[in-house]
T-cell receptor, first 116, second 114 residues
């Protein structure tokens, strides 16, 4: 079965500091991996996705993630945190079905707080 | 280009009642998935509709049912509401032929069961 685990339910960083949100995956097949962001009282917005092309994936708002097969990781980073980055972040893995269309399995989320 | 739209945005029900939530997918999308997000947790897959049929289902009881219409819009119905059904219900759309795994989410319907 495919799954993701997010390490750290809460992360606090100072404005201007490095953001690092951790995600490890478990998959018996090459995975498609995603990071979504959720601002308060809103739905989910895609930040970036890994679909077996380049291992370093760049997304919106200055975020990027690196797929490391040897470590089964897909950590999300941003060099310099901004106050507007405060939100909940979810890592997800694609699950293929016999039907052929996919669904996503999400991690439990990491709440990012930015300290002024 | 309108994204995924959901209605209502908020609603309050009492235990035992029934609720219907609605979703219109992003233009060009033909597949609708529903997710339940309890407070402080990640979204959990409920079911997925394509060509007006339920194609996949997560670990949810039969009290949760759905429908997809010819225009690809969808409804989620929950019967005999329990306190534990209080959550944000997210609709996501995608294109079957696209199959990139990328889902586009609506802003959700927040259901409170008293």
């Amino acid at each position: 079965a495919q799954s993701v685990t997010q390490l750290g339910s809460h992360v606090s960083v100072s404005e201007g500091a490095l953001v690092l949100l951790r995600c490890n995956y478990s998959s018996s097949v090459p995975p498609y991996l995603f990071w979504y962001v959720q601002y308060p009282n809103q739905g989910l917005q895609l930040l970036l996705k890994y679909t077996s092309a380049a291992t370093l994936v760049k997304g919106i708002n200055g975020f990027e993630a690196e797929f490391k097969k040897s470590e089964t990781s897909f950590h999300l980073t941003k060099p310099s945190a901004h106050m507007s980055d405060a939100a909940e972040y979810f890592c997800a893995v694609r699950i293929l079905s016999n039907f052929g269309n996919e669904k996503l399995t999400f991690g439990t989320g990491t709440r990012l707080t930015i300290i002024p | 280009d309108a994204g995924v739209t959901q209605s209502p945005t908020h609603l309050i029900k009492t235990r035992g009642q029934q609720v219907t939530l609605r979703c219109s997918p992003k233009s060009g999308h033909d597949t609708v998935s529903w997710y339940q997000q309890a407070l402080g947790q990640g979204p959990q897959f409920i079911f997925q509709y394509y060509e007006e049929e339920e194609r996949q289902r997560g670990n949810f009881p039969d009290r949760f049912s759905g429908h997809q219409f010819p225009n690809y819009s969808s409804e989620l119905n929950v019967n005999a509401l329990l306190l534990g059904d209080s959550a944000l219900y997210l609709c996501a759309s995608s294109s079957y032929r696209g199959r990139t795994g990328e889902l586009f989410f609506g802003e959700g319907s927040r259901l409170t069961v008293l």
